[in-house]
């Protein structure tokens, strides 16, 4: 374990002083946010209903938000250039085709970042080779940036095929191309259908938001402060396709934005980023490859999403978990408090690896961020830098454990298996990735430190048991949101582990991950799984947790 600069690689930081919260005013906070990534209000936000609604199910709901208008883009979008920032984005070939895999997208892109102007411009590049997908006349995304107003700017979209065609001259475009709300859709032109692999490229400018320092917001996966910029939902997502049932048609899986939970849902993908910022920011991503001159170059493989912060302020800790290199990145005054993240990750990543199966990255990353609460991504995760600020270390070894920053690190930690290697919904079945996180503070506590179960559950133990299938669009506060999907869904978990034993329900977890790697894992699934096991006593588990 080194706790100075890892001077042996591109990462570069350097120190800064914040000053410390109150941590009893910490404290009183965990009664209302029972989970770092649980619920995220923002006030004033605009929440749009998008062109294509999702398919109705049981437990849908229409999101409780005023419309945005659609925006209808030209064929050839003609926009003024943005005004030129350091280091621009140097020309690149209008839309390559990129190397194409027909088990998952591949992403490629070129990012400029202003910290002066908290302005982000990208370059993006996504191909797909389904067959499934490649039939429809259409591509959509969901772009989560765009949910409130004055974010996403989208200057140009272009097409690209495999193998090339006769389609005249200059670069493939697309029939049309409409944003509305969170949704993109791209209509393809008929010299593109039916190809072996079909490139779209998108030409965007980001506005990040002030981060968010009270509440928490979707949003506050995008934002900018005096520690950074934080780059979480950032880029337009290739929506998950959903394939058709006997005798049907298959569909876009759409998640329009809402300020509870996590309006998003992300499919196993490859990652190929460049990132240009100016000295003396570091660029802090997992799967860096090289940095030089400025420019970094990340390959994320098989993730869920790709996520970046950018940030002049921050020092590193690190060590090596089970062959696992994992950083924190700190303000240089909340060292204690970095150890203490790295001894939670220490400690509960063999726990997880024994009971999930393997850790399903190369590394972790851990950032302090100025965002309140905490986030997961692929292979990194962010925490509100008040946690590292409050941070006290135990009066005894034994001691360690009763605090909110070990507590959500545990939880988001747990999101590399349940959101990571086995993704899901998370915005109309979010009780299938929360849950388990939360079940995972659970095994960590009981574990490790069972001294400190009580003070874990009394935030939660008066709340009433709610159904927990309700997706976020039928949650308006973050109370109840939390006590259905987390609380209730814990619940459980727990009692699926009771009626099945602790051995037969750890086999199950075991077996639930290999699975369903790779793939989202729908709530049809999961309960299928669990009625072969618990056989008659599912209905009265059903009947209390279900709707």
Do not use: K
């Amino acid at each position: 374990m080194d706790a100075s600069r890892d001077e042996d690689s591109p990462y570069r930081a350097v120190a800064d002083r914040s000053s410390c919260l109150d941590r009893i005013f910490l404290l009183m906070l965990l009664a209302g946010l029972l989970a770092g990534c649980a619920s995220r209000p923002t006030a004033g936000a605009v929440t749009p209903t998008t062109f294509v609604q999702p398919q109705p199910s049981a437990t849908a709901a229409p999101s409780p938000s005023p419309r945005r208008p659609t925006t209808t883009f030209p064929v050839v979008p003609s926009v003024a250039p943005p005004t030129p920032v350091p280091s621009a984005t140097p020309t690149v070939d209008v839309c390559p085709v990129l190397p194409a895999d027909p088990l998952r997208p591949r992403y490629r892109f070129d990012v400029t970042a202003d910290p002066a102007t908290h302005r982000l411009r990208i370059w993006q590049a996504v191909t797909v080779a389904d067959p499934a997908r490649l039939e429809m006349a259409e591509v959509v995304f969901n772009v989560p940036a765009n949910g409130v107003a004055g974010v996403f700017a989208l200057e140009a979209v272009h097409l690209a095929i495999a193998p090339a065609q006769a389609v005249g001259t200059g670069p493939l475009r697309p029939t049309a191309v409409m944003l509305d709300g969170a949704t993109l859709r791209v209509r393809l032109p008929s010299v593109a259908m039916r190809p072996a692999a079909l490139t779209v490229c998108l030409d965007y400018t980001v506005r990040l938001p002030p981060a968010g320092h009270e509440g928490i917001s979707a949003m506050h996966a995008l934002g900018w402060s005096e520690l950074g910029m934080v780059a979480g939902y950032w880029y337009p997502v290739l929506a998950p396709y959903v394939p058709a049932a006997a005798g049907g048609t298959g569909r876009w899986l759409i998640t329009p934005y809402h300020p509870v939970g996590d309006p998003i849902v992300y499919e196993t993908a490859d990652y190929e980023i460049t990132i240009r910022a100016p000295a003396p920011y570091q660029v802090i991503a997992a799967g860096l490859m090289r940095a030089e001159a400025g420019v970094w170059h990340f390959r994320l493989a098989r993730a869920r999403g790709f996520a970046f912060v950018v940030s002049d302020r921050l020092v590193a800790s690190q060590a090596d978990v089970l062959g696992i290199p994992v950083r924190v990145y700190h303000l240089a005054e909340h060292g204690r408090a970095g150890q203490s993240a790295l001894r939670s990750v220490q400690e509960a990543l063999p726990l997880f690896a024994e009971a999930y199966g393997p850790y399903p990255y190369t590394e972790l990353l851990i950032v302090e961020a100025a965002q309140f609460g905490g986030m997961e991504y692929s292979a990194l995760m962010t925490f509100s830098r008040d946690w590292f600020a409050a941070y006290q270390p135990p009066a005894t070894d034994a001691d360690f454990g009763a605090d909110l920053l070990v507590r959500f690190v545990v939880h988001e930690l747990g999101h590399q298996w349940w959101y990571g290697a086995v993704g899901n919904d998370q915005a109309h079945e979010p009780w299938l990735d929360e849950a388990l996180a939360r079940y995972g503070e659970v095994l960590y506590y009981e574990t490790l430190h069972p001294t400190h179960l009580a003070w874990w559950e009394a935030p939660s133990a008066g709340m009433a048991t709610q159904p927990i299938n309700q997706p976020i669009y039928r949650f308006s506060d973050t109370t109840s949101y939390v006590q259905a999907v987390y609380v209730s869904g814990t619940r459980f978990w727990l009692d699926v582990r009771r009626l099945l034993g602790r051995p037969a329900f750890a086999v199950f977890l075991q077996e639930y991950r290999e699975r369903y790697q790779d793939q989202i894992v729908s709530e049809a699934a999961i309960l299928a799984l669990l009625r072969e096991r618990l056989g008659p006593a599912s209905a009265a588990l059903w009947s209390t947790y279900f709707r």
